[in-house]
């Protein structure tokens, strides 16, 4: 095939393309025509991309197009030839026809004609980015729509096309992980976690979490695949002060209610409107004319949690040794095998959660604390409430000695920053004006340059607290 007619032949059939005669173009290309479109996972969402072989596989991938894409204007910008091989430069514009929006963009194509004046193979190179971004406009709405469907083959779609799985539908204000949550989707669920959702996340208008919607829902396996990922048990909604207990015991679902008693739920919080638990369980008793008894399988269970909760803190006589300050009865409780991390019950209480070493570390109990290290435990654990380890308990309350038998502990972390505020114990102890037990870590070998949440480095808290011209902020800064 000579360059003049492999010229003619490629100039006429985008030509033909360009008046819409598909007809006439199809008609220029091979029974065999090897027609390639580049595809992977991040332009999948344009259909018709792929590899066509075949005059019907080619004319399919045209009505998918058709379907798709209206073509707004068309046009040959450049055309060289040589021998049997073509390479041409196309411009589009275009509106997909689902989300309506326009896109531009510039196609490079490599066409070879064979002797018979057909073309046999056809090649696009292209950056799909803006074809992308019109068909994906509508994906946010297209995944919520999806999730209040429960059609789990669609949101998997979507999500692989690039939906984010945190939307919010406008109208409620849930993500999807709180609407499939609600409608006890386990399925969808566990499918949205998989896609990274945020399971801390709260809605827009009530401040509640995915774990309140479960709890409205009734699915017990949504609730315990929502807590398995992370999900606060106590989550608080700021509108009404409900905990996800509350609202199981509020939408009457006993097996709920247990499982989130079993999983350290706390007894002793309060609505914001005055209730605390019990009271609120006593009135929702006394408004219900069905139900009452789920209601009472569900304060059997609260019953239940009651009565463990003080045998447990009754039998965790290190735990009372450690609060008393007794150095000998821990010796002796020790060495008679107790459990050396055992954790206090959560009650609402000072001591919720916490191991004997953390209680040791905030009291000031330094022979206990050294007591306790010794017998293996972990100097690096955290309790619940604030996120904090037993150095920031020491520090915190301006503990020398103790700061200094903690730091100085092999396997310390000396700058674990804590989630509340992202303070490490050197942050705390600046913070509450404690200079020598700043000292100590700094000679312990504390990091002088990690940043809280509010922004400041240890050296920006001294300022605060003791003034710029303080020996000790120099030193911080060197």
């Known amino acids: ?34 027609f390639e479109l580049p595809v992977d996972e991040w332009n999948a969402v344009i259909p018709y991309l792929g590899r066509h072989v075949g005059i019907e596989a080619v004319r399919r991938a045209f009505a998918v197009r058709g379907e798709t894409t209206e ?74 729509a999806a999730v209040w469907a429960g059609d789990v083959a669609q949101v998997g779609e979507l999500l692989r096309d690039g939906a984010h799985a ?19 989707d386990a399925a969808l669920v566990r499918q949205l976690l998989d896609a990274g959702a945020d399971v801390y996340a709260a809605d827009s208008r009530a401040g509640t979490t995915a774990l309140h919607k479960a709890c409205q829902g009734g699915s017990l396996a949504v609730v315990r695949a929502l807590v398995e990922a992370g999900a606060f048990v106590d989550a608080v909604a700021p509108t009404t002060g409900h905990t996800p207990l509350m609202d199981a015991l509020w939408y009457k679902y006993p097996d709920i209610a247990k499982y989130l008693l079993d999983q350290g739920a706390g007894l002793g919080l309060s609505t914001h409107y005055g209730f605390s638990l019990k009271e609120h369980f006593e009135y929702e008793l006394n408004v219900n004319t069905h139900g009452k008894d789920l209601l009472l399988q569900a304060e059997r269970h609260i019953r239940q949690r009651e009565q463990d909760d003080a045998r447990k803190a009754e039998s965790q006589r290190l735990m009372t040794a450690v609060t008393a300050g007794d150095a000998e009865a821990v010796r002796a409780l020790l060495q008679s095998g107790a459990r050396v991390d055992e954790r206090f019950p959560v009650v609402n209480g000072f001591n919720d959660a916490h191991t004997p070493l953390l209680v040791a570390s905030r009291d000031g109990h330094t022979e206990a604390a050294r007591l306790l290290l010794e017998a293996g435990a972990d100097v690096n654990a955290t309790e619940p409430t604030f996120g904090a380890v037993p150095l920031h308990k020491a520090v915190y309350n301006g503990h020398v000695e103790l700061t200094r038998l903690i730091a100085n502990w092999p396997g310390v972390d000396l700058d674990y920053q804590g989630p509340t505020n992202g303070y490490t114990p050197l942050h705390d102890a600046l913070w509450h004006g404690y200079e020598e037990c700043a000292d100590v870590l700094v000679k312990a070998g504390a990091r002088l340059d990690l940043v809280g949440h509010d922004g400041k480095t240890p050296r920006d808290v001294a300022v605060d607290t003791f003034g710029a011209d303080h020996p000790l902020v120099s030193r911080l800064t060197a």
């Open 71 to 144: 073509v707004l204007d068309y046009e040959l910008r450049d055309l060289r030839a040589e021998g049997d091989t073509a390479f041409a430069l196309i411009y589009t514009r275009a509106r997909q026809t689902r989300t309506l929006r326009e896109f531009e963009i510039e196609d490079s194509h490599r066409l070879v004609v064979g002797p018979e004046g057909k073309i046999t193979h056809w090649k696009v190179y292209f950056d799909p980015n803006t074809e992308v971004a019109a068909f994906n406009a509508d994906l946010g709405e297209r995944l919520v």
């Open 1 to 34: 095939m000579s360059t003049m007619n492999t010229r003619q032949v490629v100039e006429r059939y985008f030509t033909s393309l360009e008046r819409g005669d598909l007809d006439d173009a199809l008609a220029l290309l091979a029974d065999d025509i090897d």
């Open 166 to 184: 945190d939307r919010r539908d406008p109208g409620s204000g849930l993500t999807p992980l709180m609407i499939a949550a609600g409608r006890a």
